[in-house]
């Protein structure tokens, strides 16, 4: 892309004329990489930013890629909640309902021999 001025800021031997020599640049590069590195200037980068956002606000204004305008086929969505209001057996809920009632029994017969259990103990210590 063109930069106003004709200058290209990625460019580590252009010299803008700002009277610092090339090595006393402040330079930029990516760490780590086996490429070449780039090098750019630390006053340059602002200016490619501001580019690269002007170039990214045209592609957002595009609006959404083509994959997104197609609608989803919601015809059978409801088979599809209604199956899901079955997924259980009626029989094992039947099940289910019949083993809690029991356990609540079971419950209540524990909690009242608890309370013999403890009548029992004082009444051995009134005795002894």
């Known amino acids: 892309q063109d930069i106003p001025g ?5 460019d ?4 803008r004329g700002n009277g610092r020599s090339h090595s006393r640049r402040d330079e930029l590069q990516s760490p780590g990489s086996s490429a070449p590195a780039l090098s750019i200037r630390a006053d340059d980068v602002l200016k490619i ?5 002007r170039d990214f606000e045209k592609l957002r204004d595009e ?3 083509k994959e997104i305008l197609d609608v ?5 969505d409801g088979e599809y909640w209604e199956a899901l209001t079955r997924v259980i057996p009626e029989r094992t809920l039947k099940l289910w309902d019949a083993l809690g009632a029991a356990l609540l029994a079971y419950h209540k017969v524990l909690t009242r021999r608890s309370e013999l259990f ?3 103990t004082t009444l051995q210590r009134q005795n002894a």
């Open 63 to 65: 609006g959404p890629p």
């Open 6 to 10: 004709g200058e290209d800021p990625t």
């Open 12 to 15: 580590p031997a252009q010299d």
């Open 49 to 53: 930013l501001k580019e690269f956002l």
């Open 72 to 76: 989803r086929d919601n015809s059978k």
């Open 118 to 120: 403890s009548e029992a």
